[in-house]
């Protein structure tokens, strides 16, 4: 059957209920009929045709949402009641029966709203509880209530269901029904609602807030209307139920009008896009056309199969959507996106499909940039393993140069030392003598090359002590100054005692520098600060910084760590060599 044909029907029927319930509360019968009786038919017929239109506007925007079925059999047995009203023994007795139902059904539509279940445990047992109290327990009553026992019948018919006229039990089970079920559901459905106030996220509270306020009240005013027990009173509690009662459905429209309303937003989001700048995140734009500030955007990247952010940086999707729901976004057949998002947001599916439609092109621009980014971000991370790659193994050969080849050269001198000394061949005394010298230098030149590719002192000590060794060793004074608040990271040392080696080289080799000046300190960058090295000469000046396999060289180091080297020098007025090397 079309939805059309099928809301038609739901509405034909909720009119005719309501005309028959109306004609049976006319003037002129002394049978009760709840808010159906004469006094106020009026008033409960636009009640009950409330709820009914709004649970059929709901279902009809919902179809897979259970909500608006609740709503409209609330409105249904809200109904019921005026069977009282009637003068036949049978039809009496089953308005009697069914006069509590709506409240079962109007509770478990609180419960449900508005995802249309009831999923957590102590809810799903009010709900219960009270299905057992309006139905069984008012079944069980009415075996031993008269008709001229229930309030303000006056020449009803008899009760169909009565099997022993006994008022003390009935009494005794009103008092169960009524004082203990009922105060005790009522109760627990207010504090359950107070709680899931008290947690939800500011877009569920944009959405809860109408219905269960109201919904609220008329339990509270049920409860009071409960133990009120001068008729005054509750005439006057009566009163107010039935309007909080009333407010209910009319709360609930409003919501889906404001939904309406809210989709206008889409209409600010297209204007918004075209102002927003290559790289910026639309995290916030979306957030705000879909009124949920934590809403978060991540992008497909097809090549690892991967979100990733808007920097390129991995984006796990929540484990559970319980309390985060997920949104695909695709274009033209392609998944580009997620957007990660309150779970209330997808209970308007227009208003995020046609957010997601504006913003397609600008998503699919954004995925490209952070695809570019990722890419980046991973050839950083290459060439910083490749430099720490290199720097391991240049200690492991430093290592097995202190400990292998050099032990090994040491025992050799040792050796020919004694032979020198012990010879009595003038000749070979002579010998042994050039050749431990030959060896001395070669031992020395093996600690220079085990020196330069990693000094042991660098990784035992520190940057300080180690350029302080270079500069003790270096043929031409060196000033140095080290203010260091804290020993930097191994790689950041590393580099900085690459560039300033480097930079001594060069002025003594190349720049015929009399004097070189070294300062290391820090500086703060963007992020977590930056260690600075200068290295000052007063050499010939004139160095190309495009030249040199050295230079280059300390440049990609530093470029892997996110650094940079500066070589200024023009001709006559030395040569100043400057790092920025992050430290985060």
Not at 343 to 352: F, Q, T
Request: proline content about 6%; aromatic content about 4%.
């Amino acid at each position: 059957m079309d939805r059309r044909v099928r809301v038609v029907a739901l509405l034909l029927v909720a009119a005719a209920v309501g005309l028959g319930s109306l004609g049976l509360a006319l003037p002129g019968s002394d049978a009760p009929g709840g808010l159906m009786a004469a006094e106020h038919p009026t008033m409960a017929l636009l009640i009950g045709w409330s709820f009914a239109g709004a649970g059929v506007v709901a279902w009809a925007l919902r179809p897979d949402n259970r909500f608006g079925l609740l709503l409209y059999a609330t409105g249904l047995t809200w109904f019921s009641s005026a069977l009282m009203a009637t003068d036949s023994s049978v039809p009496f007795t089953v308005g009697l029966l069914t006069a509590p139902w709506w409240l079962g059904v109007f509770l478990h539509a609180l419960h449900a709203f508005p995802g249309g279940q009831v999923k957590r445990p102590w809810p799903r047992m009010l709900v219960a509880l009270l299905y057992v109290d309006v139905t069984l327990v008012q079944g069980l009553r009415l075996l031993f209530t008269s008709s001229a026992d229930v309030p303000g019948c006056s020449g009803c018919p008899p009760n169909a269901l009565l099997l022993s006229d006994q008022p003390d039990v009935a009494v005794t089970i009103l008092v169960v029904q009524q004082g203990v079920i009922g105060t005790l559901v009522i109760g627990g459905t207010l504090a359950v609602l107070a709680r899931r106030w008290r947690v939800a996220s500011a877009p569920q509270r944009r959405v809860l807030a109408p219905v269960l306020a109201t919904g609220a009240v008329c339990l509270a005013v049920q409860a009071v209307g409960l133990a009120a027990q001068p008729a005054s009173v509750r005439q006057s509690v009566g009163w107010l139920g039935a309007a909080s009662f009333a407010a209910v459905p009319a709360s609930f429209l409003l919501g889906l009008l404001r939904q309406r309303l809210d989709r206008s937003a889409v209409g600010r989001l297209v204007v918004d896009l075209g102002t927003v700048r290559d790289g910026d995140p639309l995290d916030g734009l979306l957030g705000r056309a879909l009124n949920d500030p934590s809403l978060r955007v991540a992008y497909w990247r097809p090549e690892t199969e991967e979100y990733v952010d808007a920097a390129g940086r991995p984006f796990p999707l929540p484990a559970s959507y319980a309390d985060r729901a997920v949104t695909v976004v695709e274009r033209e057949g392609r998944k580009i996106a997620v957007l990660v998002h309150d779970p209330v947001v997808a209970e308007d599916p227009a208003l995020v499909s046609g957010t997601v439609a504006a913003a397609g092109l600008a998503l699919e621009n954004t995925r490209l940039q952070a695809e570019v980014r990722a890419r980046l971000e991973e050839l950083r991370a290459s060439r910083r393993r490749l430099v720490e790659a290199g720097d391991r193994e240049r200690r492991r050969l430093e290592r097995n140069l202190h400990d292998g080849a050099q032990q090994r050269l040491l025992a050799v001198s040792m050796l020919l030392s004694r032979l020198e000394r012990t010879g009595g061949d003038p000749s070979i005394s002579g010998m042994a003598a050039e050749a431990t010298a030959e060896l001395g230098r070669a031992l020395a030149e093996l600690r220079e090359l085990a020196r330069g590719l990693h000094p042991a002192v660098l990784t035992d000590h520190g940057l300080a002590v180690a350029l302080e060794g270079m500069a003790a060793r270096a043929p031409i004074p060196v000033e140095l100054v080290v203010e260091l608040p804290h020993r930097p990271t191994p790689e950041v040392e590393v580099a900085a005692y690459y560039v300033i080696s480097e930079a001594l080289t060069n002025a003594i080799k190349h720049a015929a520098a009399s004097r070189v000046t070294v300062h290391v300190g820090t500086v703060e960058d963007a992020n977590h600060g930056a260690l600075l090295v200068d290295v000052v000469d007063d050499g010939v000046g004139g160095v190309d910084p495009g030249r040199g396999s050295g230079l280059q060289g300390l440049r990609d180091r530093l470029a892997a760590l996110d650094g940079r080297l500066d070589v200024t020098g023009p001709p006559g007025m030395g040569t100043t060599v400057r790092a920025v090397i992050p430290c985060g």
